[in-house]
């Protein structure tokens, strides 16, 4: 049986941050919100439903960016190498072999630039029009299939075979987002695993994102290991409006709508509630998030993890790190989620109230412990 945080660890990790290429316009989002939308619009309205709710989050030093800039692409990765970040791991869509929002990551495949490490995600899920409180209406739906898991993979050779993907042991690390959505996962693992070892590639290191309160061992499904996921919604507590009269609320919070229509978090108590889960008996890398506050997409029924701090990310950061014991010399990930969901107030990147705060407290946990993202391919 596996603990995978049984003590300090001796080696050194490399931190990566899941990325979203949302930030451009594209023909489907021209079609379905309107011409010109992409991830900004719903950021730059935000607006705060309670007292003490920090939005809108203003981007500061990068600005409000456009993706299909090379100039953009280098200072994010310029900014994420400064502070010991090693990686992105880039959200990657595929339906049935069509691609969206797949510009930005095209285009550094195909220029080469930035040379900064990335792996690649599977978000695999449908497209409904959540973001609108019409979550029923399905705009793209997941299809599965051999012959299309073997397309979608042949799809990905490229990718796996740049010098900057990261691999562990020689193996490109390819996550997946839902994995339990998948109707036949041995199947598609296999297929995949055949597919890259018939085009030269070799083995794939598997990864399936622990995002729907999972507790089975993905070896079982054809993973090598998983991605813990936060925020953990399983473990979260009590939103605040349960443990408290709905007069309290209103004398402590300035609303009482906010907190009947959504539901709402204290940060630090989420970090205490992570920080006492007990630990699973597989294969699994850590993950922090430093916030959380899905308000900007949604019209009800968000999740906000309300007074998120740089010193409370921080601390609970640090004690990631500190008790993770990696699975081998290359076994070494922890991951943040996220660099740039700033439609979920989940970001590193700086913003006007915190500046970098976000990303200083990452330098100072990871310090020394951080792997030289030159070599983070796991090739030298």
């Known amino acids: 049986m596996i603990d995978p945080v049984i003590g300090p660890s001796a080696a050194r990790l490399r931190t990566l941050a899941f990325y979203l290429p949302q930030y451009h316009p594209t023909a489907e989002n021209d079609e379905w919100w309107g011409t010109g939308f992409s991830e900004w619009r719903n950021v730059a309205k935000a607006r705060p439903l309670f007292r003490g709710h920090y939005q809108p989050h203003v981007p500061a030093d990068l600005g409000f960016y456009d993706l299909r800039l090379p100039e953009t692409r280098a200072a994010q990765a310029q900014l994420a190498r400064d502070h010991g970040i090693a990686g992105f791991c880039y959200y990657h869509y595929w339906f049935s072999g069509r691609r969206v929002l797949d510009r930005p990551f095209r285009e550094v495949l195909e220029s080469g630039e930035p040379d900064f490490p990335f792996c690649l995600c599977w978000a695999n899920e449908d497209w409904t029009r959540a973001w609108d409180g019409r979550s029923g209406e399905r705009l793209l739906v997941q299809e599965y299939s051999e012959d299309d898991d073997r397309r979608h993979i042949r799809s990905l050779l490229e990718a796996f075979a740049d010098p900057r993907y990261i691999r562990v042991d020689g193996k490109p690390v390819f996550l997946v987002y839902r994995a339990n959505r998948l109707p036949d996962a041995n199947r598609t693992t296999d297929a995949?695993?055949?597919?890259?070892?018939?085009?030269?590639?070799?083995?794939?290191?598997?990864?399936?994102?622990?995002?729907?309160?999972?507790?089975?061992?993905?070896?079982?499904?054809?993973?090598?290991?998983?991605?813990?996921?936060?925020?953990?919604?399983?473990?979260?507590?009590?939103?605040?409006?349960?443990?408290?009269?709905?007069?309290?609320?209103?004398?402590?919070?300035?609303?009482?709508?906010?907190?009947?229509?959504?539901?709402?978090?204290?940060?630090?108590?989420?970090?205490?509630?992570?920080?006492?889960?007990?630990?699973?008996?597989?294969?699994?890398?850590?993950?922090?998030?430093?916030?959380?506050?899905?308000?900007?997409?949604?019209?009800?029924?968000?999740?906000?993890?309300?007074?998120?701090?740089?010193?409370?990310?921080?601390?609970?950061?640090?004690?990631?790190?500190?008790?993770?014991?990696?699975?081998?010399?290359?076994?070494?990930?922890?991951?943040?989620?996220?660099?740039?969901?700033?439609?979920?107030?989940?970001?590193?990147?700086?913003?006007?109230?915190?500046?970098?705060?976000?990303?200083?407290?990452?330098?100072?946990?990871?310090?020394?412990?951080?792997?030289?993202?030159?070599?983070?391919?796991?090739?030298?």
């Not at 700033?342 to 990147?349: A, D, P, Q, R, S």
Request: glycine share 8%; proline share 7%; hydrophobic share 35%.
């Open 192 to 380: 995949w695993r055949e597919e890259a070892t018939a085009a030269g590639i070799g083995e794939l290191y598997l990864c399936r994102v622990d995002t729907e309160g999972n507790r089975d061992d993905p070896i079982r499904l054809g993973f090598d290991a998983s991605v813990d996921f936060q925020p953990d919604w399983s473990n979260l507590g009590r939103p605040l409006q349960r443990r408290a009269p709905v007069r309290a609320i209103r004398r402590l919070y300035g609303s009482r709508s906010a907190y009947r229509w959504n539901r709402i978090f204290e940060y630090r108590t989420v970090v205490d509630h992570m920080l006492e889960r007990d630990p699973v008996r597989y294969k699994r890398f850590p993950c922090v998030v430093p916030g959380w506050d899905n308000t900007p997409r949604r019209r009800k029924n968000g999740v906000v993890l309300r007074d998120s701090t740089p010193r409370e990310y921080e601390r609970w950061l640090r004690a990631v790190v500190d008790a993770f014991q990696p699975f081998g010399p290359e076994e070494n990930l922890v991951f943040l989620n996220a660099w740039n969901e700033w439609g979920e107030g989940n970001h590193l990147e700086p913003c006007r109230r915190w500046g970098p705060g976000y990303l200083d407290a990452t330098s100072r946990v990871i310090g020394s412990r951080v792997i030289d993202s030159r070599v983070i391919s796991g090739s030298s």
